[in-house]
T-cell receptor, first 113, second 114 residues
Framework: GQQLNQSPQSMFIQEGEDVSMNCTSSSIFNTWLWYKQDPGEGPVLLIALYKAGELTSNGRLTAQFGITRKDSFLNISASIPSDVGIYFCAGPYSGAGSYQLTFGKGTKLSVIP | EAGVAQSPRYKIIEKRQSVAFWCNPISGHATLYWYQQILGQGPKLLIQFQNNGVVDDSQLPKDRFSAERLKGVDSTLKIQPAKLEDSAVYLC????????????FGPGTRLTVT
């Protein structure tokens, strides 16, 4: 299946710092989605991107759809302890003819108070 | 509005045993998905239903996994017999229609196969 490569795999930051993470693919995507997963819970959609170059914000979160359509970026400003969790990028990918939502392996964020 | 409900939340079984998971989607959601999430990985789609019909089961290991959604509402996912590599979190999601940005996930069932 299609690989979505997320980096970094994990990061430890001080409360109040800004965070950047990215997701790359060898294939073109028409939609990029960013999810957050808390321990013991399912993923929750944070931001959806639909056009190359699009920049979308949701509170302290900002995500961008890369111009090449093969990458996307998520930034978190002024991190707080509740930002702790695993952040996944995802996009629809056609493998055996039908489109499925494909996820990256995630970036695990830890915030030090 | 109630979210996606799943049970049980945790299950431990021995290899070669069978297990079943239950999902109740958000009321009115026609589309239901089962995902498998292995530790350290993102969710991987196993099967997608539209009402009570299967839309995509291309990644479902059909020799041991089965799923049904008889009345277009609740769904069950079964593994028989289980293998060690089936240890994972099984997530159910639902959406009002087939849209990538409208999938709502349940809390998952954590399966441990010993």
């Amino acid at each position: 299946g299609q690989q979505l490569n997320q980096s970094p795999q994990s990061m430890f930051i001080q409360e109040g710092e800004d965070v950047s993470m990215n997701c790359t693919s060898s294939s073109i995507f028409n939609t990029w989605l960013w999810y957050k997963q808390d321990p013991g819970e399912g993923p929750v959609l944070l931001i959806a991107l639909y056009k190359a170059g699009e920049l979308t914000s949701n509170g302290r979160l900002t995500a961008q759809f890369g111009i090449t359509r093969k990458d996307s970026f998520l930034n978190i400003s002024a991190s707080i302890p509740s930002d702790v969790g695993i952040y996944f990028c995802a996009g629809p990918y056609s493998g055996a003819g039908s489109y499925q939502l494909t996820f990256g392996k995630g970036t695990k964020l830890s915030v030090i108070p | 509005e109630a979210g996606v409900a799943q049970s049980p939340r945790y299950k431990i079984i021995e290899k070669r045993q069978s297990v079943a998971f239950w999902c109740n989607p958000i009321s009115g959601h026609a589309t239901l998905y089962w995902y498998q999430q292995i530790l350290g990985q993102g969710p991987k789609l196993l099967i997608q239903f539209q009402n009570n019909g299967v839309v995509d089961d291309s990644q479902l290991p059909k020799d041991r996994f089965s799923a049904e959604r008889l009345k277009g509402v609740d769904s069950t996912l079964k593994i028989q017999p289980a293998k060690l590599e089936d240890s994972a979190v099984y997530l159910c999601a639902s959406s009002p229609r087939v849209r990538w940005d409208e999938q709502y996930f349940g809390p998952g069932t954590r399966l441990t196969v010993t």
